[in-house]
């Protein structure tokens, strides 16, 4: 993980090699943000002519590197875009700066340290800054290189030898070692506690992301609990591990339905965090398929690929709950992480058959690779045994939902309409794309089974809402719920952006965890 400090030195004399600056979109060409004084006076007050004479425009995400000038002990200056500049008596959006921070971490990659000169205003601008380079630093290469490389659970399984690239090749591509955020107050409490939350979320956002895209062999149900295990015990959360036997004696269908096609048997993990302060109770679940051939109704050539970020919404939820442990926040939040892996066999749940769930509804099975819908059912109506203040899962869940919004933005339904919004303007405030989607009625009645108290399978046209009514149907009365449909932003096939890198993205955890903040400060009454 890069190692990040609050710093007053001065950009010129800071040993590193290389210094971030902040550069505009101006109506008449590229403009120096504020934080960058310093160094733009070193050019002769020409950095936002030199760097248009090298093509820079100052729009988001852009990267210009040029030598420093003369008496700086960094030898380069990357100027980084933030777009438009704002308007008048208005500052830097939080995100545009946690984007920029994000964009000059990745390229500077295989660099050991770098001064963050970008605008910081207040410490919640110094927290987004910080939050965006320890994101956007992010590589994961634990099986890249010569040598062995550890697993995911440190001794239940060999480590592999990656073969191809030389150690010298592999340090070279290291993730950016230390930032030295530039114009911080380390002695101000406000920003010391903005920096410390940005740390505590990114670590645990890109643990997250080291569990999406670990291979499925090194990640199995059994796998994945003995991670959580280590990280609940490292920070004092409560943990419960139903193995097989336990779920079908507790009569968890859907669960054992899933995973009985698979020689690695299912998990259900609960996380308990508990404050002695918490007026309130959140419940998050989150669907774990280590991986998912489809079963019986295999995936066809194409997309099995990349399905091991199908256990993406239980990684988020497991980052969620760590990283408000290591806050101390004063709500108890409760994650349930349903795990199996999917696959087909002579023992595989077949399409027709009828699966007796937890809450004792019995559900036809006719699609298998509708099996997300089937883990999280049982975890919804165990969670609701608590009775907690509200219960929010997190998915991979349809195909659907990603046709809808693209590969950036995840779903929000919910039984409760104040709380989808809620949540809407909390993922928006984070940074996490997303919108607000409907439960038509209406589209309950496809789910309709002459067998079964319910089929896992409704309409073709608008399917991601069809899940979302099948999950309502097993939420305890009286419940507040939402349903986050993480399917496109959960996994980035496309080229990195911002603090976003290719592969597992974390999706979910920040919205997961303001809202746990929101909750413990009562903004959610």
Same mark, same amino acid.
């Given at each position: 993980?890069?190692?990040?400090?609050?710093?007053?030195?001065?950009?010129?004399?800071?040993?590193?090699?290389?210094?971030?600056?902040?550069?505009?979109?101006?109506?008449?060409?590229?403009?120096?943000?504020?934080?960058?004084?310093?160094?733009?006076?070193?050019?002769?007050?020409?950095?936002?002519?030199?760097?248009?004479?090298?093509?820079?425009?100052?729009?988001?995400?852009?990267?210009?590197?040029?030598?420093?000038?003369?008496?700086?002990?960094?030898?380069?200056?990357?100027?980084?875009?933030?777009?438009?500049?704002?308007?008048?008596?208005? *500052?830097?959006?939080?995100?545009?700066?946690?984007?920029?921070?994000?964009?000059?971490?990745?390229?500077?990659?295989?660099?050991?340290?770098?001064?963050?000169?970008?605008?910081?205003?207040?410490?919640?601008?110094?927290?987004?800054?910080?939050?965006?380079?320890?994101?956007?630093?992010?590589?994961?290469?634990?099986?890249?290189?010569?040598?062995?490389?550890?697993?995911?659970?440190?001794?239940?399984?060999?480590?592999?030898?990656?073969?191809?690239?030389?150690?010298?090749?592999?340090? #070279?591509?290291?993730?950016?070692?230390?930032?030295?955020?530039?114009?911080?107050?380390?002695?101000?409490?406000?920003?010391?506690?903005?920096?410390?939350?940005?740390?505590?979320?990114?670590?645990?956002?890109?643990?997250?992301?080291?569990?999406?895209?670990?291979?499925?062999?090194?990640?199995?149900?059994?796998?994945?609990?003995?991670?959580? *295990?280590?990280?609940?015990?490292?920070?004092?959360?409560?943990?419960?591990?139903?193995?097989?036997?336990?779920?079908?004696?507790?009569?968890?269908?859907?669960?054992?339905?899933?995973?009985?096609?698979?020689?690695?048997?299912?998990?259900?993990?609960?996380?308990?965090?508990?404050?002695?302060? #918490?007026?309130?109770?959140? #419940?998050?679940?989150?669907?774990?398929?280590?991986?998912?051939?489809?079963?019986?109704?295999?995936?066809?050539?194409?997309?099995?690929?990349?399905?091991?970020?199908?256990?993406?919404?239980?990684?988020?939820?497991?980052?969620?709950?760590? #990283?408000?442990?290591?806050?101390?926040?004063?709500?108890?939040?409760?994650?349930?992480?349903?795990?199996?892996?999917?696959?087909?066999?002579?023992?595989?749940?077949?399409?027709?058959?009828?699966?007796?769930?937890?809450?004792?509804? *019995?559900?036809?099975?006719?699609? *298998?690779?509708?099996?997300?819908?089937?883990?999280?059912?049982?975890?919804?109506?165990?969670?609701?045994?608590?009775?907690?203040?509200?219960?929010?899962?997190?998915?991979?869940?349809?195909?659907?939902?990603?046709?809808?919004?693209?590969?950036?933005?995840?779903?929000?339904?919910?039984?409760?309409?104040?709380?989808?919004?809620?949540?809407?303007?909390?993922?928006?405030?984070?940074?996490?794309?997303?919108?607000?989607?409907?439960?038509?009625?209406?589209?309950?009645?496809?789910?309709?089974?002459?067998?079964?108290?319910?089929?896992?399978?409704?309409?073709?046209?608008?399917?991601?809402?069809?899940?979302?009514?099948?999950?309502?149907?097993?939420?305890?009365?009286?419940?507040?719920?939402?349903?986050?449909?993480?399917?496109?932003?959960?996994?980035?096939?496309?080229?990195?952006?911002?603090?976003?890198?290719?592969?597992?993205?974390?999706?979910?955890?920040?919205?997961?965890?303001?809202?746990?903040?929101?909750?413990?400060?009562?903004?959610?009454?």
């Amino acid at each position: 993980m890069t190692a990040l400090t609050l710093s007053t030195a001065a950009a010129s004399g800071l040993r590193a090699d290389a210094i971030v600056v902040g550069v505009a979109k101006g109506a008449k060409g590229p403009v120096v943000a504020p934080g960058a004084e310093s160094v733009d006076k070193a050019y002769d007050g020409k950095l936002a002519s030199v760097l248009e004479t090298l093509g820079a425009s100052g729009g988001e995400g852009e990267v210009t590197k040029l030598p420093a000038p003369s008496g700086f002990k960094a030898p380069v200056v990357l100027a980084v875009g933030l777009g438009a500049v704002p308007e008048k008596d208005a *500052t830097y959006d939080p995100e545009v700066l946690r984007r920029a921070a994000g964009a000059a971490a990745r390229a500077l990659t295989g660099t050991k340290k770098a001064g963050f000169a970008l605008p910081v205003e207040d410490a919640g601008h110094a927290g987004a800054i910080a939050e965006g380079a320890l994101l956007g630093a992010y590589s994961f290469d634990a099986y890249k290189g010569n040598g062995e490389t550890a697993t995911t659970d440190g001794n239940a399984k060999a480590a592999k030898t990656a073969k191809g690239k030389g150690k010298d090749e592999k340090a #070279a591509k290291a993730p950016l070692a230390d930032v030295a955020l530039l114009g911080g107050k380390p002695r101000d409490k406000a920003y010391k506690a903005a920096v410390e939350r940005a740390i505590a979320v990114s670590e645990e956002l890109n643990r997250a992301r080291d569990l999406i895209n670990t291979p499925p062999n090194d990640l199995d149900p059994e796998a994945f609990a003995a991670v959580a *295990t280590a990280a609940a015990k490292e920070h004092g959360v409560k943990i419960q591990v139903l193995d097989e036997k336990a779920l079908a004696k507790g009569g968890f269908g859907g669960i054992l339905g899933v995973g009985v096609g698979s020689d690695a048997p299912p998990r259900l993990v609960k996380l308990s965090y508990t404050s002695a302060k #918490a007026k309130k109770h959140l #419940a998050y679940i989150g669907k774990g398929i280590t991986y998912d051939s489809g079963g019986i109704s295999l995936k066809p050539a194409g997309h099995n690929e990349t399905m091991k970020c199908d256990m993406s919404g239980a990684a988020a939820v497991f980052a969620a709950v760590i #990283a408000a442990a290591r806050l101390g926040l004063e709500v108890n939040v409760t994650g349930w992480l349903a795990l199996a892996e999917n696959m087909p066999s002579g023992s595989a749940t077949r399409p027709g058959d009828v699966l007796r769930m937890y809450s004792g509804k *019995t559900v036809e099975v006719l699609n *298998t690779d509708a099996e997300g819908r089937l883990v999280l059912a049982d975890a919804l109506a165990k969670a609701s045994e608590d009775k907690p203040d509200a219960i929010v899962d997190v998915a991979t869940l349809t195909g659907a939902m990603m046709m809808a919004l693209g590969g950036r933005t995840f779903g929000i339904l919910a039984n409760d309409d104040a709380f989808r919004t809620s949540i809407h303007e909390i993922a928006e405030e984070v940074g996490e794309p997303s919108w607000p989607m409907p439960m038509p009625e209406h589209l309950r009645k496809g789910m309709d089974s002459p067998t079964a108290d319910i089929a896992n399978m409704g309409e073709r046209m608008g399917g991601g809402l069809v899940a979302g009514l099948f999950l309502k149907e097993f939420v305890g009365e009286g419940i507040t719920w939402a349903h986050l449909d993480i399917a496109g932003p959960a996994y980035n096939e496309a080229a990195p952006f911002g603090y976003t890198p290719k592969g597992g993205t974390g999706s979910a955890v920040r919205t997961l965890v303001r809202l746990a903040e929101r909750t413990a400060a009562g903004d959610l009454g």
